[in-house]
């Protein structure tokens, strides 16, 4: 729920701002035609944003807090390492819940207020997945396949992340090849919480029980 509910719902608001003449039909992945932002905000589809991907919050609560458990029970020396998942789990949960807040709001401070909102949800989400990978690597009940899925997604989000920053300069009118970036971004984050719902699965571990 945590991966497959955010890809629906934007891709939704997508469709809905497109079909109702507020945005170009095009494929973001590749045209980079809009933003997600653009998309959850155009027309009627920042009511089905806010209405779904609000209460997604509360599923992202509850799968920092899970994950932190799973740390205990695999890695109970790795203590530090399991209070930053839940930090900065928690941490991004609360500024993606800022940016949902004043999207779609007009002025400088809600424009503001969301850039800080997303840029550290990204930042701070991305963070904590890698922590929580560290201690699956290090109690080392990951397997030959999903060391490798868990490596490609990681090394294809910090080229991401880091060819964003030198096409502003370098690269004009680069908006729309940012926009694809963030589309692919925001997938590949979501890629994250699915596999390790995998490691979960394959585990057989539910709830913090073994």
Do not use: K
């Not at 009511?47 to 994950?67: E, G, K, N, S, T």
């Not at 020396?77 to 007009?106: I, M, Q």
């Amino acid at each position: 729920m945590t991966a497959l509910w955010p890809v629906l719902i934007i891709h939704l608001a997508y469709f809905n701002s497109a079909a109702g003449g507020h945005l170009s039909w095009c494929w973001p992945y590749w045209d980079g035609c809009t933003s997600i932002s653009a998309a959850a905000r155009s027309g009627s589809s920042i009511y089905l944003f806010r209405a779904a991907m609000m209460p997604w919050a509360a599923l992202m609560v509850l799968y920092w807090w899970l994950a932190a458990q799973w740390c205990r029970d695999r890695a109970p020396h790795a203590l530090v390492r399991r209070w930053l998942v839940l930090a900065c789990g928690w941490g991004g949960t609360l500024f993606y819940l800022l940016y949902a807040t004043f999207l779609g709001e007009d002025g400088d401070a809600p424009r503001l207020l969301r850039r800080y909102g997303i840029n550290l949800y990204f930042a701070l989400t991305v963070l904590a997945q890698m922590w929580l990978i560290s201690v699956a690597v290090g109690s080392g009940v990951l397997s030959r396949g999903q060391r490798r899925s868990f490596l490609s997604v990681f090394a294809a989000l910090i080229l991401l992340g880091l060819a964003s920053l030198p096409l502003q300069f370098i690269v004009d009118d680069c908006r729309a090849l940012l926009n694809a970036i963030e589309w692919w971004y925001a997938l590949l984050m979501m890629v994250t919480y699915a596999l390790m719902g995998w490691v979960w699965w394959r585990e057989n571990w539910r709830f913090g029980l073994r």
